[in-house]
């Protein structure tokens, strides 16, 4: 049974803003406190963990893989779950669990127990968390905004998140200059705090439960049509293959590249943070300008380019490990770099799976999806610790850089390279 898309009449005319749409603008209010939050935790995880704790490499990645491996972990049944259950309690739920989760860590700093071991337990508690909170949070938004306004929403979410993400760690390295960097936890469990009240106001239209009457199927046969969909889908298949071998580069250069920074090169917090600002600001303006390149050369050939750009955006990492007088300066070409070609390309892809996919399958299909992509990454994150306790942290940098060169590759031999934008046979 296909679920209805939601039936707005201000999201109707594709000329009206998404952000005029109430439950729309609830939502992107919500995650909006939802990724200040992420983006302050993940800065003051690794100055916790590497100058406080005194973590070694290894463990570093292993808070990595524990901070990503939800979706290894529960991806799969999760998907399935959320395609019956409503997908409002489901956010609810999740940010309650990560508001308890970030507030442990001030508690346990103030009574002096703080331990690597409890930071381990956080990042699982957070990544569990957030598998039900993304894959519900991309599963709802066709109920709230017609499907070929979810591209648009999908761009203002990308929006308002990389202008948090330019804001946060600047902000963050600052306020470490006078309170230790567990306190800043208390800031990330208010704003999860403060999505429930927003996310309690919305009222998508077409989120219900399963119904009695529906008759019951296998669990496991709903997992396998989420992934029968995800992989016969010619676009969903490349997109897929793409960003799982990307991931795993990613996830080498970001466990090792705050001990590369921290630890080996010795930059203070607050130049910690003004490096991921300059990353954050250069994914502002590629989300500023990128929708409108989607809709003049289209979305397939955007997705391409800011594709191919990625692995060469990422080179000046593990250079910076080779010419360290100017480690500094290469690593603000590479956030700036990275940041500008990762956005790009989340942009350009924006909205491609939902009118690709079924709703009725959004959730399972999503899931799917996120359990290779996004699980790639801890395990990437994992192959870096292992290579920088055999070697050095450079090397990992050098080989999270190869890494990413794979998926260009699959560009180049993708049929997909002939289309500008997404044929009309696709789309369901």
Same mark, same amino acid.
């Given at each position: 049974?296909?679920?209805?898309? =939601? ?6 005319? !594709?000329t009206? !803003? #998404?952000?005029? #749409?109430?439950?729309?603008r609830?939502?992107?209010? =919500?995650?909006?406190?939802r990724?200040?939050?992420?983006e302050?935790a ?29 979706? /290894?972990?529960m991806?799969?049944?999760?998907g ?6 409503r ?24 009574l ?43 761009a ?14 600047? #902000? ?23 999505? #429930? ?41 490349? /997109? ?5 071998l ?8 970001? =466990?090792? /590249? ?9 930059v =203070?917090?607050w ?33 391409l ?14 250079l ?9 300066? /290469?690593?603000?070409?590479a !956030? ?16 491609l799976?939902?009118?690709v ?11 799917a999806?996120?359990?290779v ?20 942290t450079?090397t ?15 560009l ?17």
């Amino acid at each position: 049974m296909t679920l209805p898309s =939601a039936d707005v009449s201000a999201s109707a005319d !594709e000329t009206v !803003e #998404v952000l005029k #749409v109430p439950d729309f603008r609830l939502l992107w209010a =919500a995650n909006g406190f939802r990724y200040a939050a992420s983006e302050v935790a993940g800065f003051a995880l690794p100055l916790t963990a590497l100058l406080l704790l005194h973590a070694p490499p290894l463990m570093m990645s292993l808070i990595f893989v524990c901070s990503r491996a939800g979706f /290894l972990v529960m991806g799969l049944p999760a998907g399935v779950w959320i395609d019956r259950w409503r997908k409002k309690p489901v956010l609810i739920w999740a940010d309650v669990v990560y508001a308890v989760a970030f507030g442990s860590v001030p508690a346990a700093y103030f009574l002096h127990v703080l331990t690597v071991a409890q930071l381990l337990v956080v990042a699982l508690l957070v990544s569990l968390a957030g598998v039900f909170f993304d894959v519900a949070h991309s599963s709802v938004l066709p109920y709230v905004l017609p499907r070929r306004r979810v591209s648009d929403g999908n761009a203002r979410l990308q929006t308002s998140e990389t202008t948090l993400q330019a804001v946060s760690p600047s #902000v963050a390295g600052a306020l470490t200059q006078s309170v230790a960097a567990p306190v800043l936890y208390c800031f990330a469990a208010v704003c999860h705090l403060t999505s #429930v009240v927003l996310l309690r106001r919305i009222r998508p239209d077409g989120d219900i439960a399963r119904g009695k009457g529906e008759p019951e199927r296998k669990f496991r046969r709903e997992i396998a049509d989420g992934i029968g969909i995800l992989f016969r889908q010619p676009l969903l298949r490349l /997109l897929l293959h793409q960003a799982a071998l990307n991931n795993i580069g990613a996830g080498i250069i970001l =466990a090792m /590249l705050p001990v590369f920074l921290l630890k080996e090169i010795g930059v =203070a917090p607050w130049q910690f943070g003004l490096l991921s600002t300059l990353g954050a600001l250069a994914g502002l303006a590629a989300s500023l300008v990128a929708p409108r390149f989607r809709r003049r050369f289209g979305e397939i050939r955007m997705t391409l380019v800011f594709s191919a750009l990625a692995p060469v955006a990422v080179l000046a990492a593990p250079l910076a490990g080779v010419f360290r007088e100017i480690a500094v300066p /290469l690593i603000a070409l590479a !956030e700036i770099l990275i940041g500008f070609a990762i956005v790009g390309r989340s942009v350009s892809t924006a909205g491609l799976r939902a009118r690709v996919t079924p709703n009725a399958y959004m959730g399972r299909v999503t899931a799917a999806y996120s359990v290779v992509v996004q699980g790639a990454t801890p395990l990437g994150a994992l192959a870096g610790g292992l290579i920088a306790n055999q070697w050095s942290t450079g090397t990992a940098l050098w080989a999270g850089g190869l890494a990413m060169g794979v998926p260009l590759v699959l560009l180049l031999l993708s049929p997909l390279r002939r289309y500008r934008t997404l044929p009309a046979e696709w789309e369901v």
